[in-house]
Antibody, heavy 115, light 107 residues
C-alpha cells in the first residue's frame, strides 16, 4: 500500500517561499510520476505540477514562474517550492501519485499566507 | 485551458435512489476524464478514469460514461457513505483541470 505524507510550515508570510515535502512509503520514488495539487478553502482543485525521476516535469502555466518540484531519491521524497506567495496561495496542498489521474493522495496540509 | 463545468452544484437524493451527475468540457477531452469523491476533511479518492473504468476497490454501483465533451457519473443505489462532493477532471490537455464539484446531499 502506497502512503504519502506532506510536511512543512502551516503559515508563510506574504512574498516569502512556501516549501513542502512529501514522504513516500510503500513505493519507490522512481516508480511513479509525482504531483502536487492544491485546494483553496471551500473551493475546487488545481493541478500545480508533476515530475518523474528521469527529469520529465510540467508546471501549471499560471504558476510556472514561481514553482519548483524536485525529487530526492535517497530519501524517497519529493518537494514543492512556491516563491513570492500571496493570500491567493492559501490552500490545502496535496501530494499525489500519478500525473494524469491520481490514485494515491496524502492527507493534505493547510498552508496559510498571512503576516 | 479547458474549463470543466459540473451540474448541478448540489443534488439532493434519498438513500437507495439513483444519482446522476454531469460534467461538460469546454472542448473535447476524448475519454481522458476522471471522477473523484471527496468527503469533508479528506483527500479526494479516485473513482473512475478513462471516463468509464472503475479504479481499484470502487464498488460496482459507481459507473461513468461519455466521451468528447459530455460525461456522466451514475451511482445506482445511494449508500450513506456516498454523500460527498464529486469532482470531474480532464487529463487530455495540460494543465489538467477539475470541475467545481457537485455536492451530493441526503434528501
Amino acid at each position: 500500500q502506497v502512503h504519502l505524507q506532506e510536511s512543512g510550515p502551516g503559515l508563510v508570510k506574504p512574498s516569502e517561499t512556501l516549501s513542502l515535502t512529501c514522504t513516500v512509503s510503500g513505493a519507490s520514488i522512481t516508480s511513479y510520476y509525482w504531483s502536487w495539487i492544491r485546494q483553496p478553502p471551500g473551493k475546487g482543485l488545481e493541478s500545480i505540477g508533476y515530475r518523474y525521476h528521469t527529469g520529465t516535469i510540467n508546471y501549471n502555466p499560471s504558476l510556472k514562474s514561481r514553482v519548483t518540484i524536485s525529487l530526492d531519491t535517497s530519501k524517497n521524497q519529493f518537494s514543492l517550492r512556491l516563491n513570492s506567495v500571496t493570500a491567493a496561495d492559501t490552500a490545502v496542498y496535496y501530494c499525489a501519485s500519478g500525473y494524469e489521474n491520481f490514485d494515491y493522495w496524502g492527507q493534505g496540509t493547510l498552508v496559510t499566507v498571512s503576516s | 485551458e479547458i474549463v470543466m463545468t459540473q451540474s448541478p452544484a448540489t443534488l439532493s437524493v434519498s438513500p437507495g435512489e439513483r444519482a446522476t451527475l454531469s460534467c461538460r468540457a469546454s472542448q473535447s477531452v476524448s475519454s481522458n476524464l476522471a471522477w473523484y469523491q471527496q468527503k469533508a476533511g479528506q483527500a479526494p479518492r479516485l473513482l473512475i478514469y478513462g471516463a468509464s473504468t472503475r479504479a481499484t476497490g470502487i464498488p460496482a454501483r459507481f459507473s461513468g460514461s461519455g466521451s468528447g465533451t459530455e460525461f456522466t457519473l451514475t451511482i445506482s443505489s445511494l449508500q450513506s457513505e456516498d454523500f460527498a462532493v464529486y469532482y470531474c477532471q480532464q487529463y487530455n490537455d495540460w494543465p489538467y483541470t477539475f470541475g467545481q464539484g457537485t455536492k451530493l446531499e441526503i434528501k
